[in-house]
Every structure is written in structure tokens, then in C-alpha cells.
């Protein structure tokens, strides 16, 4: 953590709130921001090409580890910010089960929204006073 904080030369975490960059929150973090650019890239690109079923796996599977890493995330347990990792898990899964079934709209829907919600998600978390990420990012 001391590594982390001394990199960007910013205070410690502690000393400024009781939350600290956790396992957990380190692994959702490595995977929900590379989500997000990958997400944005998959949704400008055309589709149905090789490329797109390639950068698809690889943006499901950072998307689920992200909303399983988030459930390890939280100063008191499990609140109502997880519901957005359920729906995430159930969304990105019904994208990929529309896509292997060739529904195409379907499959569009699903994985859009799962994008628009980790991008609502993410942007909250920046915003919102109290929370780490705000902390981190704006002091």
C-alpha cells in the first residue's frame, strides 16, 4: 500500500479515511478500468469479426472479475453498490449466452448496458464524497 501511495505521492489512505486499497480492491480496479476502455473500443469497432469475438472474451472475463472482486470491496460488508455487481453478473452472462446463439440485438443490449452501468458505476464512485476513489483522485 505504502508502494502504491509513495508512487503517486499522495497521502496514505489511512490517513485520511478508514478504507485502504485491499486486495480485493486492487484486483477489481485492474480490471474494471481496462474493462472500461476495452468496452468503449468493442462498442466503436465493427462486429462479427474475429476480432470483436476475441476482444469480447477478454472484456467478459475482466468484467466478471471485477464484479466478483467488488463483493471483497466495502467498509461494511455488502451494500447496495453490490446489486450493480450482480446485475453485472447477469448481464454480461446473457450477453455471451445471446452471442452463442447468434442474437445478435439481444447480445447488444445485454453487453451495452452491462458497459453503461460499470461506466454509471464508475463515475459515481469518482463523484461521490467519502468514497476511495474520490479520495484518491481528488484529494
Known amino acids: ?9 499522495a497521502p496514505t489512505i489511512g490517513d485520511t479515511m478508514d478504507s485502504s486499497l485491499t486486495l480485493p480492491l486492487v484486483i477489481h480496479l485492474a480490471s474494471v478500468l481496462p474493462a472500461l476502455v476495452l468496452g468503449a473500443w468493442q462498442l466503436a469497432r465493427p462486429k462479427g469479426n474475429g476480432s470483436h469475438r476475441l476482444l469480447g472474451r477478454v472484456w467478459v472475463a475482466l468484467m466478471l472479475v471485477a464484479a466478483f472482486a467488488s ?35 439481444r447480445h447488444r443490449g445485454w453487453m451495452v448496458g452491462a458497459w453503461l452501468g460499470s461506466l454509471g458505476a464508475g463515475i459515481g464512485a469518482v463523484a461521490g464524497p467519502g468514497r476511495l476513489l474520490h479520495t484518491l483522485m481528488m484529494g
Request: overall charge positive.
Open 1 to 9: 500500500r505504502r508502494l502504491l501511495h509513495a508512487l503517486r505521492g
Open 71 to 105: 463483493f471483497g470491496v466495502g467498509r461494511n460488508g455488502l451494500g447496495w453498490i453490490h446489486a450493480l455487481s450482480v446485475f453485472t453478473i447477469i448481464s454480461v452472462t446473457a450477453g455471451l449466452y445471446f452471442a452463442r446463439r447468434h442474437q445478435t440485438r
